[in-house]
């Protein structure tokens, strides 16, 4: 009897922020899916690891060194794909950094880290990207912006502005690219156990005062998991999702809807 095919069988993929966290299980979770895939960051040991857990599980995957707040290394990833494998397929703008400061407490520098690689790398991995998924007839661009790319919050601003630029960026991406097979759509986490989260938590007074609120503000009364994102991923990777088009997709236990 014939195996049957992936979800996204012999597509090819980049995962940005690929190393850890939501990343790390869409690069899995795509492989496992009949994915090739290119798990793009900035820790190499990290990175290395997961393409590792991939390959042993009979996957496709290669790491490759990327910083999203750079020009050079973003379209240096783009050229690895077209190199590697001659086309891309699906490009998942995972990377990002964030802070829980307010305005006032944000300097320059904070602000500009957090726009380089939450913006800026979505913006240009999209603009290098799109000419090469036109090229092979098409192509899904899966923005990962966040529940504050929706609602607001205390404190985060910098955060906050960042994932609501993403999450217009991804419709205007949509519209200008609908009719030549691209599909751009995000994705909105609620509170997702992810090492950046447990950065954040850690990095309050009082950590366990914080977990208990991030978890009460979400109905479903945990923290979600990364490999809950993944499958929202998948869902927009593959074919299943063709007339799926400059939408949101929330992924937050019910937190929005709160």
Known sequence: MEKSKGRIQDKVAIVTGGASGIGAETAALFAREGGKVIVADINEKLGAEVVERITKA?????????????????????????????RLDVLVNNAAIESSKPEVDTSEEEYDAIMNVNVKGVFF???????VMIKNGGGSIINLSSVYGLIGSQGYAAYHASKGAVRLLTKSTAIAHARKGIRANSIHPGAIDTPLLRKTINSMPDPVAAEAAFINGQPAGYLGHPIEIAYGCLFLASDESKFVMGTELVIDGGMVAN
């Open 125 to 131: 991995a999209t603009k290098f990207a799109v000419p």
């Open 58 to 86: 009979g996957g496709i995957a290669h790491f490759l060194r990327a910083d999203m707040g750079k020009m050079a290394d973003i379209k240096a990833m783009i050229d690895f794909a077209v190199t590697t494998y001659d």
